[in-house]
């Protein structure tokens, strides 16, 4: 690993950390679909393993390679980037405080509405765009997490991940980041003061919509909450399978390139349609005219990211009008994907969040730009 963080991520990516397979020198490792390990003739285990919801070969490879683009200490994937985010929650202990921002992936929103009473946690919301609406709500000694998105879905909103993480190390407790859309190729929050770093590895790592699973990196491995984390994984089983762990790898060898693509086409898209007759207003932090232009500038490097959101002049009938009108733009959920998506967030996230009737989210793909371009204008004629 010391070698490996001495490379250029891009290349630390696309090599898989550069291992080969022991045995036949083959450059891509074999998928290791095992479930279980014989002992050797001293009936010892063989390099630490018995079974494969302890530990994977394949997946411990995954690991490993997103520790080493984040810089952390250690790594565990997760069957689905929910399980990844919620898993330090499920360690936590009755009466113990949990702190997340009111802009946030619905998936979290919902399951501290749903769970945290059952397990006996209290939940407070605060508005990360602003560090000092923390201090408000913040319970030193008892807090144990804090937790938010650098770029927050669906509005895109920015944290000042340095500053929050200020606040919640005062009070005592750790600072959660889902980094989800802004992968290690645009920011790594563990060196801005995070202590925990979450990836849907379904979205942007992988990047083809065809694997579900889960990442999440910590700072440091010694620490308490991260071993119950290990433990919490280990015995409650939330261990993925050798061959999404196997089609992640093959993802994460050209995030570099997809992302800087990605990011590419979003900001000539959201510079189209910041003056399109049929768009209210653009949320996409790499326009000069955000208001979280210049923060967003500090904390990413090489791009904004490829997620945007737009709200189109009218209601909730006019915003799927022009989304069932795309071509290129598929109308489907999640993001991070080659392929570029269109989608209605309130009819997936219900009522739960306060996202407006007439807010469409798009998540650019690596397509040509004037066929992207020429989509969106052509939807979104139909409306005017």
Request: charged content about 20%; some cysteine; hydrophobic content about 40%.
């Amino acid at each position: 690993m010391e070698k490996a963080h001495k490379l250029h991520p891009q290349t630390i990516a696309a090599q898989a950390l550069g291992e080969i397979c022991p045995v036949t020198g083959a450059v891509i490792p074999p998928v290791q679909l095992a479930t279980t390990f014989a002992r050797d003739k001293n009936y010892q285990q063989r390099d630490g393993r018995e079974y494969i919801r302890d530990t994977s070969p394949t997946v411990e490879q995954a690991e490993k390679i997103i520790c080493a683009l984040e810089k952390g200490e250690d790594a565990l994937m997760f069957p689905s980037g929910l399980s990844a985010c919620t898993a330090a929650f499920h360690t936590l202990k009755q009466g113990d405080h949990i702190v997340i921002a009111q802009t946030l992936y619905h998936g979290v929103t919902h399951w501290a509405q749903e769970f945290s009473e059952h397990y006996g946690l209290s939940v407070s919301q605060f508005d990360a765009t602003d560090p000092d609406s923390l201090k408000q709500v913040i319970q030193p000694g008892k807090t144990k997490i804090v937790w938010l998105e650098i770029l927050a879905n669906p509005t895109w909103v920015v944290a000042d991940v340095g500053a929050i993480a200020a606040i919640a190390h005062q009070a005592g407790a750790l600072l959660g980041v889902d980094a989800t859309v802004t992968t290690p190729v645009l920011c790594q929050p563990l060196d801005l003061g995070a202590d925990l770093v979450a990836h849907a590895a379904t979205k942007y790592l992988n990047g083809h919509s065809d694997v579900l699973a889960g990442l999440l990196i910590c700072k440091q491995a010694g620490t308490e909450t991260w071993q119950r984390i290990c433990d919490y994984r280990k015995l409650a089983g939330p261990m993925p399978g050798a061959r999404d762990a196997y089609q992640l790898i093959r993802g994460m060898k050209t995030v570099y390139l997809r992302v800087q693509k990605q990011s590419d086409n979003a900001l000539v898209v959201a510079k189209m349609l910041e003056k399109h007759p049929a768009v209210e207003q653009v949320y996409y932090p790499g326009l000069p005219s955000s208001p979280y232009h210049s923060l967003v500038n500090k904390q990413l490097q090489g791009g904004f990211g490829g997620m945007l959101s737009i709200l189109v002049k009218g209601g909730k009938d006019e915003a799927i009008k022009v989304a069932t009108s795309t071509h290129i733009w598929k109308p489907a959920t999640s993001l991070g994907g080659v392929e570029s998506l269109i989608e209605h967030r309130k009819t997936s996230e219900g009522n739960i969040t306060d996202t407006p009737d007439n807010l469409l989210r798009l998540s650019t793909g690596i397509e040509h730009i004037d066929d992207l371009m020429g989509d969106l204008n052509q939807a979104l004629s139909t409306i005017l």
